[in-house]
């Protein structure tokens, strides 16, 4: 038996995710998927979408999203307020036509991280 594969008007979150990481792996900055980080101001814990580790350290976040191209993150959302209580650089990936200018926002930091 098949089933018929209904295609999706955008990329699903989780490819995008697995793109980015193809992409960096490829270029050899370590990052992981899906990391649970505690943030002591809120004591409270976020998951965040990728992560990029550079010497055991973890330098900028990446949270994916599926939206339509042009969106905006949410500024006064509660996952946007956790990311910035975490202190550490993070960018949103708001739909697979932005993973390039997210690829080249990460070569930058993981090459001028001080």
Known sequence: ??????????LPEANIQAEIYSRLRAIDIQC??????????LQASSR????????????AIIEVKSR?????PNKNGRQ???Y????????YCM?????DSVISW?????????
């Open 84 to 91: 910035e209580a975490i202190g550490i650089p993070f960018i």
């Open 32 to 41: 992981c998927l899906e990391y649970k980080i505690w943030i002591n101001s």
């Open 80 to 82: 946007y307020q956790k």
């Open 1 to 10: 038996m098949l089933l018929k594969y209904e295609f999706k008007k955008r």
């Open 95 to 99: 739909c697979s036509e932005d993973i």
């Open 68 to 72: 339509k191209v042009g969106s905006k």
């Open 48 to 59: 965040a979408d990728i992560v990029i580790i550079r010497d055991g350290y973890i330098i």
């Open 106 to 114: 990460v070569r930058w930091k993981y090459n001028n991280i001080t």
